[in-house]
Structures are given as C-alpha cells and as structure tokens.
C-alpha cells in the first residue's frame, strides 16, 4: 500500500490478485484499507496462473513485476520489501531499464 501510495502518481499501479471468494476479498480490502485494485482469480486457473507467472508451488505472498509493455520482469516468492523495490520497480519508473533481472528460482528474464 505505501508503494502505491508513493508512486502511484509517477506510473506506479500495484494490483492484487486474490484466489479467496469475492465477498471476502472486498472485506479484507476494506478491513485493511487497501488503495489498489484487488482482481478475483478463478479458482479453478489459479494454479495455471501462477505456474505462468513463475510460482509452481503457489506458495503466497507472491510478486510479479509487469513493465508498461506487460513483459513479466521479475518474480518472487515472499516478502516484497523497499530494497528490492528500489532495485527492480523504481529503475522502471524512472525510465530504465537493466538488460537482466534475475526471477525468485534463479533464471534471468529479458
């Protein structure tokens, strides 16, 4: 939340995806206060879509960086905290971009 809060004015859009029912979905966001969008996935591709952004296990929480052209940049299993915010996102919102990003299992994307 404090990201988009941040940077949201500079290009920044975080969104959730929730693999819970609808209702208790838009109850967690409301409880918590969440300022981004929170998509509903289906529960019976939820596994598909996360094998696809890299996470075989489904283990959660669970960050996928998407640059302004929908290429998946980065990937990772746990905790997204502001040193790896400032190394993968913040260079993209300032207009860079590295040749190489390493993904949660090793394997470079780009």
Do not use: C
Request: charged share 15%.
């Amino acid at each position: 939340m404090k990201f988009q809060a941040r940077y949201g004015a500079s290009g920044l859009q975080v969104i959730g995806v929730g693999l819970d029912e609808k209702r208790k979905l838009a109850n967690f966001s409301r409880t918590l206060g969440i300022n981004y969008p929170i998509l509903h996935a289906d529960p019976n591709q939820e596994s598909q879509l996360l094998r696809l952004w890299g996470n075989a296990m489904g283990t959660l929480p669970f960050t996928v960086i998407i640059d302004r052209n929908g290429a998946v940049i980065f990937s990772q299993s746990g905790i997204f905290d502001d040193e790896a915010f400032n190394t993968y996102v913040l260079p993209l919102l300032k207009g860079n971009r590295a040749a190489s990003f390493p993904t949660s299992n090793g394997t470079n994307t780009r």
